[in-house]
């Protein structure tokens, strides 16, 4: 176990330097040049020559390239061409807050994916089932700014019940009941889509699992019904769930980008569109890294699940 | 069955319970605190180091110019100089500084913190100058040779050349007065908590979540009516409007041209308009054929119908321009016209010049950019107007960085641009974009226009002090522009704003500058 844990930390190297220079690759080669785009169409030719020099923009690419990742070995990731401010403690402070909402939206998804799921397969088309297959296919087809948008109008400018944007009130606010409230909206729009998703897979688990001989025996045994669902058959369909769960992780990770673009979100995905905007590449690879980072962990962790799900798991 | 139905129905429950609980009503704010809503958040707040409009409309509260505008219009006025004397050779301006004014720190505002504000951006030796990145310095004070501290309160500027529009210089951002003790004890830092003596100090940076000012209760100029203003950045438009119309927000800038007629009626908020210092233009390259042939330059002007553009595209935000300056301005002609809407005339030119069936060409198109209103709606009306004089015109779009490079390699037919001067000051608009010294890539003039005599005539605008010769000049100088026509002349950007019921007092500046200090709150 410790020897696996050790292995596939050793592993996290490779797969964070491959994102570091696929990420640096499309910033760089993507058009646009931050000297260009910060001082616009007022640009002399002299500041601009000195801007790119103040900036470091001028050397080859994979100098450019070396100097950063070495910097990052040094645990620094740099300053903001535009903020002129270290990255680092900038995106870990923007961090708590997408951590926070992708936290909400996983727990949102996985207890109304899960319960969804478990009644669907419990009761194969029913009422409830059919309902639950239409509300999937809205779920899934909508885009996540569209849904937004919509809960906004309807919750926060007709209904009055929610805020529209933002983490906190602006003045007078920061409480647990501020932050709940402000939460509401994006983690919901964040959670649809993998809502459906969760639904849809512990669905289709399920109903192979309440399927085996060992429900039927179960039964036979005069285990009650709730407890036959739930003891013997969602308990032996989780790994495939727990695994589609923890890549719903990753994918929040990186919808919370457009979630919190449209509710004023302060998260590194806000942070990040402010700097692909002004193509701030340290603070974009920055973001890009510590993202990527918190995904593979995440994954990490799924992986060790297993075991305490399935005792028969063993890692080597 | 039964256990797992009452499972499913006590998570609903809880989820439900939660949601009721957590319902707040949407809130005005407490009585004296004014909450902005930015469409971007401010990226360093000392306006020497920035190039964006939103920092500058925060980092503008905190600091202040020797000469400023007055609150409706971008004619010069005193600021933190009381007073000042231009020499006669145009070479040296003297500022007597206002007495008894202090930073916000409680440091004296004096003629070293002038010299210091100002040396920081152009001497590469300035203790300061390391600490930050000064990208307008060249543009703005490339001219200045020296500041000279003749008292406590008095500072001289001397100048490399004669500039007429370098009191108009002095407004910009870029020459802020800042405390130097505070540079000095913050450094790079500098920009996270800027010291002036403006109408507001600053208090916090939530990142991404709010600016906190409070106000600053000796302010020189004038009681301020607020206690503090919040500005939060809320990027997309249907979470700020919403923001307004709930409550949680007083005052936005910009809203959506598509909501503009929806709020004007509205009851519940107020909607401002206010032509801003700026032109949105369709650059030809006078130097590249057909363009080279004023016929079809003035064809093309005569083909496009700017009022479409103006009305269904902009819905309003933008008023017809005639030429660069902006008009009712001390150095605009009033006597001059836009071209009209004529297809039939734009035909009868191009057959002069010697096109009868017309061309093919090209026109570069930013995806968007500072100032560049909807550019590529705009354009796609523009292609068509031409197609229909015979002119197969092929749209080229590009990402704004890339777009600016592309136009230094002077291969450009047509081109969307604008400009956003700031002040009404024709020199700042004219000179940079149409006089020949700024071919582009040295200088922003990438249409490549040239014109001894109206060069001279500008020329001469800059070595004149006297502001009605001035005018005179510059009016001469339009009138060679519009018989020229190195550009097709489109609009001025309309500002706009919308703002709570409980705001009073405000208006939109057309230098773009957001001046909340005016509002008190009912």
């Known amino acids: ?316 | 069955m039964r256990i797992a139905m009452t499972n499913v129905s006590a998570v609903l429950a809880l989820v439900t319970t939660l949601l009721l609980l957590i319902v707040v009503p949407g809130g005005a704010q407490p009585a004296g605190t004014l909450v902005v809503g930015l469409v971007a958040e401010p990226v360093n707040l000392d306006p020497a180091q920035v190039t964006d409009l939103n920092s500058n409309r925060v980092g503008r509260r905190v600091v202040e110019t020797l000469v400023t505008f007055p609150d409706e219009s971008t004619q010069i006025v005193p600021g933190l100089a009381e007073s000042w004397t231009v020499s006669k050779d145009g070479l040296h301006y003297v500022f007597k500084l206002r007495k008894s004014v202090t930073f916000h720190d409680g440091t004296p505002l004096n003629a070293e913190a002038v010299k210091f504000s100002i040396e920081r951006q152009i001497n590469p030796e300035h203790p300061a100058a390391k600490i930050g990145k000064y990208p307008f310095a060249n543009y703005f004070f490339g001219n200045v040779k020296a500041v000279e501290v003749l008292d406590p309160l008095t500072v001289e500027f001397v100048l490399k050349e004669p500039r007429a529009s370098f009191l108009a210089v002095l407004t910009a951002g870029a020459a802020s007065i800042v405390s130097p003790t505070a540079v000095r004890k913050h450094g790079a830092d500098y920009p996270s908590n800027p010291v002036g003596t403006g109408p507001f100090k600053f208090v916090s940076w939530e990142r991404g979540q709010k600016v906190v000012l409070e106000k600053n209760a000796s302010y020189w100029r004038s009681p301020v009516k607020i206690e503090r203003v919040i500005y939060r950045p809320i990027v997309e438009d249907q979470a700020r409007l919403t923001e307004l119309l709930t409550g949680a927000i007083d005052l936005i800038v910009s809203p959506p041209p598509d909501y503009v007629a929806q709020l004007e009626s509205s009851g519940k908020v107020t909607m401002l308009k206010q032509v801003g210092a700026h032109v949105w233009y369709l650059g030809i390259n006078n130097q590249k054929k057909p363009f080279d042939d004023k016929r079809v330059r003035q064809a093309l002007n005569y083909a496009v119908n700017k009022d479409a553009i103006v009305r269904d595209v902009l819905k309003g935000t933008g008023t017809l321009s005639a030429g660069p300056v902006l008009p009712k301005t001390w150095g605009a002609d009033s006597g001059l016209k836009a071209y009209p809407y004529d297809p039939e005339r734009a035909k009868k030119l191009l057959a002069e010049a010697g096109y009868p069936s017309g061309f093919t060409t090209t026109l570069w198109v930013p995806e968007s950019g500072s100032g560049m209103q909807a550019p590529v709606a705009m354009s796609t009306v523009i292609q068509s107007n031409l197609k229909a004089v015979g002119v197969n015109v092929q749209l080229q779009t590009m990402e704004w960085g890339a777009y600016l490079a592309k136009l230094r390699t002077k291969e450009q037919d047509l081109f969307a641009l604008s400009w956003m001067a700031g002040n009404e000051d024709p020199d700042m608009v004219m000179y940079p974009l149409l006089h020949s010294s700024q071919w582009t890539p040295n200088g922003p003039n990438r249409a490549l226009y040239k014109n001894d005599k109206f060069d001279e005539l500008l020329h001469q605008a800059r070595l004149t002090t006297d502001e009605k010769k001035r005018a005179e000049l510059y009016r001469q100088a339009q009138r060679i522009l519009i018989d020229d026509a190195p550009w097709i002349f489109v609009d001025h950007e309309i500002q706009t704003a919308a703002h709570a019921k409980r705001v009073q007092g405000f208006k939109l500046h057309p230098s773009f500058d957001l001046r909340v200090e005016t509002i008190s709150l009912k």
């Open chain 1, 1 to 316: 176990m410790r020897r696996y844990l050790a292995r596939r930390l050793l592993l996290l190297v490779p797969v964070l330097a491959g994102v570091s220079i696929v990420i640096f690759l499309v910033l760089h080669l993507s058009p646009g040049d931050p000297a260009e785009i910060m001082l616009g169409s007022q640009a002399t030719k002299e500041d601009l020559t000195r801007l790119r020099e103040q900036m470091g923009l001028n050397a080859p690419l994979p100098v450019q390239y070396v100097h950063w990742i070495s910097q990052v070995l040094r645990g620094d990731l740099g300053r903001s061409l535009w903020m002129k401010r270290p990255v680092l403690p900038e995106v870990l402070q923007r961090l708590k807050a997408t951590l926070l909402l992708t936290a909400t939206a996983l727990v949102l998804s996985t207890v109304v994916g899960l319960a969804l799921g478990v009644a669907s397969a419990a009761w194969p088309r029913s009422l409830l089932d059919r309902c639950s297959a239409a509300a999937s296919l809205f779920g899934a087809s909508m885009p996540s700014f569209w849904l937004g948008i919509v809960l906004m109008v309807v919750f926060a400018l007709w209904l009055g019940w929610l805020p529209a944007s933002g983490m906190f009130a602006p003045y007078g606010g920061g409480g647990a009941g501020d932050l709940l409230a402000h939460l509401v909206l994006p983690a919901v729009t964040l959670a649809a889509a993998s809502v459906t998703i969760v639904a849809r897979l512990t669905r289709s688990t399920m109903l192979e699992a309440l399927g085996q001989d060992y429900i039927r025996t179960a039964r036979a045994k005069g285990v009650t019904e709730g407890w036959v669902v739930l003891r013997h058959g969602l308990k032996n369909a989780l790994i495939p769930i727990v695994t589609v769960i923890g890549v719903q992780a990753g994918y929040l990770l990186g919808g919370a980008v457009l979630t919190e673009t449209v509710f004023a979100w302060p998260g590194v995905g806000t942070l990040m569109v402010q700097g692909i905007l002004a193509r701030d590449f340290p603070l974009v690879q920055g973001c890009v890294l510590v993202v990527a980072l918190s995904f593979a962990l995440i994954n990490l962790g799924v992986d060790l699940l297993y075991a305490w799900l399935d005792p028969r798991i063993r890692y080597e």
